[in-house]
């Protein structure tokens, strides 16, 4: 019975040691396939936050773009204000001289249009400057007239009435300066009047001088 028994137990042994190395085969067969599914799945994870990082650089890069793209749009962005104060201190000294010169000369041209629509000389424009300004250089004028009216005839009617439409203006004259006080709707209603009465004296005046 032992020798039959002996014989039985190495084919087994056999069997068996064949089986561990295929078990171990078959283990280092799977232990790579894993490893490779996980080289595999590493891979892409790295993958997709490389996509991600890129994507999120460009969408930074397009928001830079856009900002700088609105900058140069905004007149008044910081990196203009700079361009123009660059300009400016370029242009500021050669074209200062020319601003003054026109500026000036605009100046002269309205002052002597307001000089004569008073009737004055321009150097006198500062003398008639307040609200009532038109009104006192038309009381100027009017006794300017009563002067050449006084030099051409010395007869008694004509002292007579020099005398009175001086003291009318003398005191429109006062009422014109008065006025300049007041509110701004009473002055005008008291322009107005004076204006009425200015304008009968000019009558008067221009008929003492022969002018229909």
């Given amino acids: 019975m032992g020798l039959f028994t002996k014989r039985k137990r190495r084919p ?19 232990g790579a396939k894993n490893e490779r ?16 990082q890129i994507a999120t650089l ?4 397009k928001a830079a773009q856009k900002a700088a793209a609105r900058a140069e749009r905004d007149p008044f962005s910081p990196g203009q204000v700079k361009k123009y104060i660059g300009v400016a201190r ?6 200062a001289p ?22 004055v000389g321009v150097n006198q424009l500062g003398d008639y400057a307040g609200h009532g300004g038109r009104l006192q250089a038309r009381i100027t ?11 051409g005839d ?3 009617d004509t002292q007579q009435f020099l005398t009175s439409a001086r003291n009318r203006l003398d005191a429109l004259d006062s009422a014109v300066r ?20 200015l304008s009968k004296i000019e009558a008067d005046v221009l008929a003492r001088l022969g002018v229909a």
């Fill in 12 to 30: 087994n042994r056999r069997a068996e040691a064949k089986a561990l190395k295929h078990k171990a085969a078959m283990e280092a067969k799977l």
């Fill in 90 to 95: 370029v242009l500021v000294p050669v074209l």
């Fill in 58 to 61: 460009q969408a930074e890069e």
């Fill in 141 to 151: 004028n009017t006794r300017a007239a009563l002067d050449k009216i006084a030099n």
């Fill in 98 to 119: 020319l601003a003054y010169r026109g500026a000036t000369y605009v100046r002269g041209q309205l002052d002597a249009r307001k000089a004569k629509q008073l009737g």
């Fill in 178 to 197: 008065t006025a300049d006080q007041m509110p701004a709707a009473r002055r005008r209603s008291v322009h107005a009047s004076i204006a009425t009465e």
């Fill in 37 to 52: 599914k996980r080289h595999r799945t590493e891979a892409r994870a790295q993958r997709k936050v490389a996509k991600a």
């Fill in 154 to 156: 010395a007869g008694k």
